[in-house]
């Protein structure tokens, strides 16, 4: 495992219930801390970043009885399904956390053992109505009767989620919810950024202002609930998914042995935030432990305004998009159109116009800046000996010198530009400030024509080399402004970004943010573009295949 620090930014995912195969949700939840965990890496903050599943609880259990396997058998092949959909999507994270590794199993014993000797576990009479496929507890207010649209049978559901409960009756152990209502509120009062954005905290405010928690089991017995972690010491019970889950975040950062954790953040989807807000900070008061740093809550993703489902035949699957438009295709569209405290609107048709735009806007910019009409090595060796800023003063044009130098601070600023941005889950943000650069460097091009720069053969030397240098100077501030936000997008869409840095032959080692300003690197470029052993530069299409 990497050594951690407190200083060391550690974003988490949920971890997935492996019920079912993973879906565009999981995709939009990993890419969203990837792309964060790669932003902080790249800032060369020290990072640690964690995804993965989690396999325990009745709806598992359910889901492989269902499926007539094991247990064990079935969370391995989906478990790998999540892996294998975190490959396809490039996510970059540290550790792969399963419910069912051994150490989990121990930090959910550790922590269970410390949290009992604090007094805040009780065994108790639980009574009272469950969801499996929403793994929670409901109140008799949180219910309401309805009927089954299959069986015509009458049913309990829960008014918040629609989804069945079923009256239990049983001994089961407590945890002191309780006890913790005015602790929380006053730690969420000190703490307004605790939970992101602000509507998820006014929820929480209101939710511990006006009702009064409840002790909460977190035990089933085990004739009841086979597949999950005993508790320890009475094999008669089996521990409540949701207490064994949140643990996760622990057991990666190397509990109960490490001795220094750092904060997480944690992102997560609106459908489990009294979860984490609720009960997991009270979970970690209970064993004494520090806070989570924040919680990001995301929406979900609709097709067509409406909730995905098999049955209405609206179901994006993010493995056959990947397949055929490109995995990075879907990241790109899915940060551009992230908007954390709304539901995103999953649309193939707004997609393929996105990777158009961005073929259009950045594809482009390098096919015009590689077109043989310019000479990309003399326009690179000037800078070797000169700055920009003095080389465009000899070109004797304020308004030419005030854009070149807008451009060059502009696109300078861009990787603090965006920083909070990212680091915050604010993705449409950043994506939207990259895109804008585009125009304005494009722009180069349209004002200023840069091929119409013919030396003629009765030039004189002076008129030639004056033609030259603004020339040079065009090509180069357009192609290196492009090379820097290649850079900076390498973190959103990795593998577009590594193609058309290949492509532009920039040296692997010089792709870090040291080279993320204009000028930094004047080492590539050379036979950039074309196809080995041809004079034909590639299309713009053909930038983005391999
Ligand atoms: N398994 C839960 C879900 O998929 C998340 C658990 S995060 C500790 O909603």
Redesign the pocket.
């Given at each position: 495992m990497k050594p951690l620090t407190a200083l060391t930014v550690y974003t988490?995912?949920?971890?997935?219930?492996v019920n079912a195969k993973p879906h565009l949700g999981?995709f939009y939840s990993m890419t969203l801390a990837d792309v964060r965990n790669r932003w902080c890496k790249f800032n060369k903050r020290d990072t640690f970043f964690t995804t993965g599943?989690?396999e325990h609880?009745l709806k598992v259990q359910m889901a492989a009885q269902t499926a007539g396997v094991d247990a064990k058998m079935f969370c391995d092949n989906l478990a790998s399904k999540f892996k294998d959909l975190a490959k396809l999507g490039h996510i970059d994270y540290d550790r792969f956390i399963r419910t069912t590794d051994n150490d989990h199993y121990k930090a959910v014993y550790h922590f269970w053992n410390v949290v009992n000797a604090n007094k805040y576990i009780y065994k108790g009479k639980h009574s009272g109505w469950y969801s499996v496929s929403d793994?929670a507890f409901y109140a008799d207010t949180d219910i309401v009767e309805s009927t089954d649209e299959k069986t015509g049978e009458k049913i309990m559901i829960s008014k918040e989620t629609s989804s069945t409960v079923i009256f239990q009756s049983e001994d089961n152990y407590f945890f002191q919810l309780s006890e913790f209502q005015d602790k929380l509120l006053s730690f969420l009062k000190d703490n307004p950024d605790f939970i992101k954005p602000k509507k998820y905290y006014d929820f929480i405010i209101n939710e511990l202002e006006t009702r009064t928690l409840t002790d909460l089991s977190i035990s089933r017995l085990s004739t009841r609930l086979q597949w999950g972690i005993p508790v320890p010491n009475d094999d008669t019970q089996r521990i409540y998914?949701?207490f064994d889950?949140?643990?996760?975040?622990l057991t990666s950062e190397g509990y109960p042995n490490a001795t220094v954790m750092p904060r997480p953040t944690?992102l997560?989807?609106k459908?489990?935030i009294k979860?984490?807000c609720i009960y997991?900070p009270a979970f970690l008061m209970a064993a004494g432990l520090q806070m989570p740093k924040q919680v990001f809550v995301h929406g979900h993703w609709l097709m067509g305004g409406r909730k995905m489902s098999k049955s209405r035949g609206n179901v994006a699957d993010p493995i056959k998009i990947s397949n055929y438009y490109g995995t990075d295709a879907l990241r790109l569209f899915m940060m551009k159109y992230s908007v954390l405290d709304t539901d995103g609107d999953y649309s193939e048709e707004t997609l393929n116009t996105l990777r158009s735009e961005f073929i259009d806007k950045f594809c482009n910019l390098m096919v015009r800046s590689l077109s043989k009409n310019f000479n990309i090595e003399r326009a690179l060796s000037k800078l070797k000996t000169e700055s920009l800023e003095s080389l465009v003063k000899n070109v004797g044009d304020n308004e030419f010198s005030d854009k070149i130098l807008f451009i060059q601070s502009s696109i300078n600023n861009l990787k603090s530009d965006i920083d909070e941005d990212i680091t915050n889950f604010e993705m449409h943000r950043a994506v939207q400030k990259i895109f804008n650069h585009a125009p304005l460097v494009n722009g180069l091009f349209d004002n200023y024509e840069p091929w119409a720069f013919k030396v003629k053969a009765n030039d004189s030397e002076e008129v030639k080399s004056a033609k030259e240098l603004k020339q040079d100077i065009i090509i180069f501030t357009a192609l290196d402004s492009l090379r820097v936000i290649l850079i900076i997008l390498q973190s959103i869409i990795p593998e577009y970004s590594a193609l058309l840095l290949d492509r532009l032959n920039v040296d692997s080692k010089k792709r870090t943010i040291d080279y993320a300003n204009i000028g930094s690197d004047l080492s590539y470029g050379k036979d950039a573009i074309f196809k080995k052993g041809s004079k034909v530069p590639l299309s713009k299409l053909e930038l983005l295949s391999q």
């Open positions: 988490t995912t949920p971890i997935f219930y999981h599943t989690d609880g793994e998914v949701w889950a949140l643990i996760n975040y944690h997560i989807g459908d489990i979860f984490h997991w």
